[in-house]
């Protein structure tokens, strides 16, 4: 996979100062999307990939339910298959997260029960032998499952996401930006973090600033490339967030955020693998979206830039 370049890059403070980013912009875009086809073909991807098929996709029900009970969980399995499928065993002493497991059963074509509680309905249906009904949903009941962090054992892939390099000096610059970009933030501790896995979240607030949340971690470069990518989220994004635009949401401000680290000089190669992830958009959509992504990475970059004149 290609690597972004660490050298920052500048601009000369002129009239063609605008038509020189937003062309070089276009051209880290156009990198972008064969990084992406790269990361998608890669055997790393693919490995990550076969793992997160072994993983069920839960009901908004059993959701609300995991994250109720477990409210830093990410990946969740049940006892078995994290043994079997995973090579992992549940820590000693682990309370499991309970939901509600799906009863799939031979059912009647008219009532919708399975056969025993057929029997003893009303149903007076008939016309076929038990045995010879379709299978289908009868019902629910509670099943014991564990989050990763309940676990023990081999690793699982994961994907080099993380942007790497110097930002001592971006990192305090974009916190001083937040104010301009009329957004307000809040660097959390890991203890205090209560938004899982991820690593920054933005909220939107009626008739109040966005507020981006980042959660606070060693790696600065990817806690800059984080920032960004949230300020992107409040200046792109506000209003009704809709299933069918979060990928495309979450490639604008993955761009961005890559826009933006690579011109400071960071590594945000990792995009790629972030990018590859949301399979729902193809990496070509990014250059649809070239002007809305080059307005808030240029917007982003030349307040963060007068922060730094500031300490300069």
């Given amino acids: ?55 069920h996709d839960y009901s908004p029900r059993n959701t609300l339910l995991i994250k109720v009970q477990c409210p830093h ?21 682990e309370k499991a997260i309970w939901i509600w497991a799906p009863i799939i059963a031979r059912k009647c074509p008219e009532c919708g029960n399975s056969s025993s509680y057929h029997e003893r309905s009303e149903c007076g249906y008939d016309e076929t032998e038990p045995d010879e009904w379709n299978k289908g949903l009868v019902g629910f009941r509670p099943a014991p ?18 942007a790497n390099g110097t930002a001592d000096e971006l990192v305090p610059a974009l916190l001083e930006a937040a104010v301009v970009l009329e957004v307000e933030v809040e660097v959390v501790s890991p203890r205090k973090w209560s938004h899982g ?3 920054g979240v ?50 604008e401000a ?32 990014i250059l649809e979206r070239l002007e809305r992504i080059s307005s808030a990475s240029q917007e982003i970059i030349d307040v963060v830039e007068e922060e730094m004149d500031k300490t300069s």
């Fill in 145 to 162: 499952v564990f989050d990763i962090s309940q676990t023990e054992g081999e690793s699982l892939p994961e994907l080099e996401t993380e």
């Fill in 202 to 251: 933005c909220q939107y607030r009626l008739e109040k600033r966005p507020l981006v949340e980042v959660r606070d971690h060693e790696n600065e470069a990817d806690l800059a490339v984080t920032l960004v990518h949230e300020y992107a989220h409040a200046l792109l994004h506000g209003g009704l967030d809709t299933e069918d635009e979060r990928a495309k949401r979450e490639l």
């Fill in 73 to 93: 969980a990410t990946r969740v399995a049940g006892y078995r298959t994290w043994q079997n499928e995973f090579d992992r065993c549940v820590s000693k002493g």
């Fill in 1 to 55: 996979m290609a690597t972004s370049n660490s050298t920052r890059e500048t601009f000369d403070d002129s009239d063609t100062r605008h038509d020189e980013m937003h062309s070089t912009i276009e051209t880290w875009l156009e990198d972008l999307v064969c990084e992406v086809d790269d990361a998608v073909s890669s055997d790393q991807f693919r490995e990550w990939l076969d793992v997160q098929s072994e993983f």
């Fill in 254 to 285: 993955e761009a961005v955020g890559h826009i933006v680290g690579r011109y400071f000089g960071l590594d945000t190669s990792g995009s790629a693998f972030y990018l590859a992830a949301w399979e729902k958009e193809e990496p070509e959509t």
């Fill in 197 to 199: 896995s991820a690593k």
